[in-house]
């Protein structure tokens, strides 16, 4: 069964600064994976997403991420972080052949951002 | 084009009720998945419904069903309410052969359990 690990529930960075989230993934097959971003009482936003095109993906408002299949890891990165990044964070999975459809995601990071 | 719908946005029932959950899912999207998102917590996966049928299941006990309607729309049902019920339950829609390359999340509605 496939897993997915947010490594730190709170990550706290100041304005400008860079913003690393960190994830890693379990399974046996190729995953397809995601990062999504949910503001308070609101419901999730997908961010980016890995689907074996490329290793390094961008996504929406300025933030990428990378696949590394040597090390299980996509961590999410922003060059300079913006007050409204602040947000939960949850990095999910999909392995796909029988499980088509299903995601598995992580416990979330909540992200501070501070002036 | 309106994306996936859920309604109610909030609800408050007593243990023992029985609840109902609506998702209209994005014009286009034929396939309808339910998560459980508990306070602190990620989503968990409840259930995926495509062609009127329940495709694929999480650990879930019986008490949760749902259905699809011919318009893709979904319900979630949960009976015997316990105050470990309480979430925010997520819709999530996506064409059958896209699903898993993209979900598209609704806003969910917070199930309050008293």
């Known amino acids: 069964a496939q897993s997915v690990t947010q490594l730190g529930s709170h990550v706290s960075v100041s304005e400008g600064a860079l913003v690393l989230l960190r994830c890693n993934y379990s399974?046996?097959?190729?995953?397809?994976l995601f990062w999504y971003v949910q503001y308070p009482n609101q419901g999730l936003q997908l961010l980016l997403k890995?689907?074996?095109?490329?290793?390094l993906v961008k996504g929406i408002n300025g933030f990428e991420a990378e696949f590394k299949k040597s090390e299980t890891s996509f961590h999410l990165t922003k060059p300079s972080a913006h007050m409204s990044d602040a947000a939960e964070y949850f990095c999910a999975g999909n392995a796909g052949g029988t499980s088509y459809g299903k995601l598995t995601f992580g416990q979330g990071t909540i992200l501070t951002v501070h002036p | 084009d309106a994306g996936v719908t859920q309604s109610p946005t909030h609800l408050i029932k007593t243990r023992g009720q029985q609840v109902t959950l609506r998702c209209s899912p994005k014009?286009?999207?034929?396939?309808v998945s339910w998560y459980q998102q508990a306070l602190g917590q990620g989503p968990q996966f409840i259930f995926q419904?495509?062609?009127?049928?329940?495709?694929q299941r999480g650990n879930f006990p019986d008490r949760f069903s749902g259905h699809q309607f011919p318009n893709y729309s979904s319900e979630l049902n949960v009976n015997a309410l316990l105050l470990g019920d309480s979430a925010l339950y997520l819709c999530a829609s996506s064409p059958w052969d896209r699903g898993k390359y993209e979900q598209y999340f609704g806003p969910g509605t917070r199930l309050t359990v008293t």
């Open positions: 014009s286009g999207h034929d396939t």
């Open positions: 399974s046996s097959v190729p995953p397809y």
């Open positions: 419904y495509y062609e009127e049928e329940e495709r």
């Open positions: 890995y689907t074996s095109a490329a290793t």
